[in-house]
């Protein structure tokens, strides 16, 4: 799991310094940044039109008579096993795959992060009563208490989120609490602290500000892993749910027919390879331009 | 520095040997028959295993009375002839002499007696028990007789006695009660270990009442991919393949370097409605959904038209043409026009409950009956289950409809009366039942003359067709997949392996 | 030291508690039981006196709450329980597949760190030039390929074109047939090598960048030594820190069992053995399987902790 590869990116990230340039111009100008910027705008897209159905054809529409029609003029990457149009399903896949990641790591971030920053900043036994809590669920196996869940909840999308937003919560809490605990030591801290500062603002303005840079960083990053997880799960069938696509859906379907119709495990596994390929270069432009330690490099 | 640099070294030796040419090596072991499928065994208890893996296995390890050949006759086994009495409540079987277990223990009346006492009794747990219970005594007048004394006219019963569930056993392992560790029968192989999720390893009963068995022995692997089983057959590293996913199945059929073996399945696809519940209670809705739905369609999709369209008996002998069947062809505007009546014009939504992967065809049936309910406005939402819970929710009824994948029998009666009767165990998933179809039941029950019963049956069936309870689909093909060289297998509609002793391996 | 890993371990009880009520309250709150996932829809036809009996027989009497509690007991005694299906106890079952985790998770690393660690030291080397770009999108693909996806490939490269499969449901021990136990072992191994590879590589290269920055190394470079030996001495050595942290926890995921791999390439391993135990609702397995990872889960991450203490001197465990 590339939880510390994440961990290890955060520890080393520092309170951001001064900006020369607009944070736009330079995550742009940073090759990482631009390659990755363009792939996730045009997912985003083409995720956005997928969802408001502006797809060539209604994606969960059947043509029976064109059942594994090879990609051709009318169905630009082909149809299913049902005659459906696989660019209209990707389309849609898109937007349910970035949906069960985005909403899974924003759940997941949301919650992580508050959990390790009132841990790492109360600290005493509260801290240790909660990161005890985040060991268990660290400890117990990812995919198996993913099925877990998603055995109880039932399957479907929102189940997906849910079990991908517990796995990563306690990453999230640890990677919070770590820069907190430095933070809350830091000379300007004590003196605000000693000037009679309430901690809700100590908080508040002197450690979330200086959190924010390696959170954007790990935010994306984790919707790269998030994607992939997705894919994994609908894969086992514990995701999105038939008729709707998702990327892992696709190539579900996909295994046993694929060697008649090989565009349909092509494109679909494609096109998760560049989705995360995508937020992965996003996520180390972000790095390089956020973390001053690594700029100008 | 030096270490790791060493540690280096050595790994990437050791990485180089393993990815040596010289993969394939020749197949070693004799006359080993090498099989693999996708399931394992559950359990080795004869009379408790229910799900269709472990029979496979256990069938070449027990051997029942009587067994169906591959036209579904019954043909003997340990019974050599039986007789049914004039008002068929008494069955009186004449057992084989010289068959003996693989414990050297000899096969006698007293081994019937005491497997069918264990079958009955409520503590064994046995699902296969409500076959039986018409029974009510067994008599053993001499050591190669058994006659069994039933409390009702009972054809079929000899039919249920073709079953893996009715396998003889001792009297001495009845004594012991150790079925799930040790499997002993009369059978053609014997069971040298079951390794679960992996293998399983059986080798020739030299002792075996027949001419053979042929092969040494045979060895059963799991690959839980059924891609890859169809990858080890190319690959030449199994003689043998069960195969259950259609979609495999059939990258094999213009294969010159593989026999596929397609059989007509006695399962049956089909789409149960729910009639306890509303809008389903009404005959119309049912009818309408009965109309709109293409079954040729669903089969073409599903399972890339690899079976038949069917009605409620798969059974060759019972078979009725489907032209003769209630709106077997799809017929969208008198769906309609019951809707209409039904008042339901305007549609509805529903759900339907499908168990993941079981089978593999399930979730594209489902996907197929969605899209061509949705042209008469009714909206069908899919919920996707896995199979414990499926089958959880499936035995309490707790379902709007239900994708299934049904098991045939070689007998009308003992097929549907645990659904289509009013004391059917499985009447509370059915939901639906009529006098006539109970009555119809009941005759088809008592009568031995066969072109009577396939009169009844015949009736039985245009009926409940039209009452729709169930909408039923079609039914697939058992595959199963060889080498060449693997000669004398005979494929049959249980996909039963029995024939495995009469392979020969020319290899 | 010693009172350190002490302490870890007094902490580590009631983690795998926590574990241990999660993971049998999780799987008594999902539908169905044993009895129905023996029988199927057969299990309909049992009477309620049959119904009494098996669950007699699978121990499914008793309200959760004692089961768990007699569970825990037998536990604390060293008794996972016992499998029925597999007709031994589950410690045995679980050892049984062990090693294959083990030995997959170990030829996983292997390969890592033979691809990923060359690729990341060369990435650093020649920052920004062609190499490093070729590294780094090696890298990036690495992280982006589903491990189902290339499982699925090399399968069907195999079969089709070069007509071999080296496992087909026939695993054979590395102490049985070495020979044979790799060649089964090397794909999979590598599916799985390869991603982790990618991440090695990343955090190799960051490691190494951030290495040759630093002080002494310039220090290096300024008495004169040659640069070949201030990159590999000096610089690998020191960088290797955080890389070695990141194997020890992958190593641990590794060792949960690769569900989909196994299930491509029909390996016995702990990760199917776990999935499998679920759909039969095989209680006593999941509970023993899940303890199980989680121990070596916790076990790995001390071990971890402590090597990289020994190895690197600025850390200190006695006192916080």
Known sequence: MPALTLASAMASAEPSGRRAKPFLVRLLTNLSGALGATVVTLFVVTAVLGGAGATPFPPAQQFGRDRLTAPNERYVLGTDLFGRDVA????????????????????????????GVTAGFIGGSLDTLIMRVMDVFFAFPALLLALLIIAVLGRGLNSAIIAIAVVYTPIFARVARGPVLSLKAMEYVTAARCIGTREPMILARHILPNMLAPLIVQFSLALSWALLTEASLSFLGLGTQPPDASWGV????????????PWLMIYPGAVIVLGVLGFNLLGDGLRDVLDPRLRKR | MQKIAKFFMVSLIIVALASLPALTQ????????????????????????????????????????????????IVPMLAESWEFNADSTQLTMKLREGVVFHDGSTFDSADVKATFTRLLDEATGSAARSNYTSITSIDTPDAYTVVFNLNTPDVPILAAMASVNASIVSEEAVAANEFEQ???????????????????????????????????????????NEATIVAALRAGE???????????AVLLKDDPNIVLNRVPALAYHVFQLNASRAPMDKLEVRQAISCAIDRQEVLDTASLGEGTVTGPLTIPAYQVPTSEFFCYTRDVAKARELMAAAGMADGFTFKTIVANAEPPTALAEAQVIQAQLAEIGITLEIEALELSVYVDRWLKGDFDTAVALNGGRPDPYTMYARYWTKAGNLQGVANWIDDLTDSLMAQGRAESDPAKRLAIFTEFQKHIVEQAPWIWLYNGYEYTAHQPYVEGFIPNPTDSLMSFAAIRLNR | MLRYIAQRLIAFLPTLLGVSVLVFFAMRLIPGDAITAQLGTEAGMLTPTQRAALERYYGLDKPPVEQYFIWLGEVTQGNLGF??????????????????????ALMSVIIALLIGIPIGVLSAIYHNTLIDLIGRLFALIGLALPNFLVGTLIIYILSVYFKILPNSGNYVSFG???????????????TLGFALAASLMRMTRSAMLEVLREDYIRTARSKGLRERRVTYSHALRNALIPVVTLLGVQAGYLLGGAVIVEQIFALPGLGRLAVNAISQREYALVQGVTLFIAFNFVMINLAVDVIYASIDPRISYGKR
């Open chain 1, 88 to 115: 209209s399903r990707l389309m849609q896949g898109a937007w349910n795959s970035l949906r069960v990641a985005a909403l899974a790591v924003a759940i997941a971030g949301t919650l992580g992060t508050l959990i």
């Open chain 1, 250 to 261: 696709m190539l579900a379907e996909s295994t046993s027919i694929a060697e008649r119709a």
């Open chain 2, 26 to 73: 020749a197949q070693s072991g004799g006359k080993i028959l090498i099989m693999a499928r996708a399931a394992d065994t559950t359990g080795l208890d004869p009379h408790k295993q229910t799900a269709f893996a472990s029979l496979r296995l256990l069938e070449l390890i027990y051997e029942p009375l009587v067994t169906l050949d591959q036209d579904l006759n």
């Open chain 2, 182 to 224: 040790k499997a002993i029968g009369t059978g053609p192989f014997v069971l040298d270990q079951w390794i679960p999720e992996e293998k399983t390893t059986l080798r020739r009963n030299d002792n075996w009442w027949i001419e053979g068995p042929y092969p040494d022995g045979v060895e059963m692997r799991v690959i839980p």
């Open chain 2, 238 to 248: 199994i003689d043998f393949a069960l195969l259950n996913d259609p979609l495999a």
């Open chain 3, 83 to 104: 499998s029925i299906r597999h007709g031994k106890p589950v410690l045995e079952v679980i050892l049984d597949r062990f090693p294959l985790t083990l030995q997959l």
């Open chain 3, 176 to 190: 049985d047939d070495p020979r044979r136990n790799l060649e089964q072992m090397i794909f999979p191994a590598f």
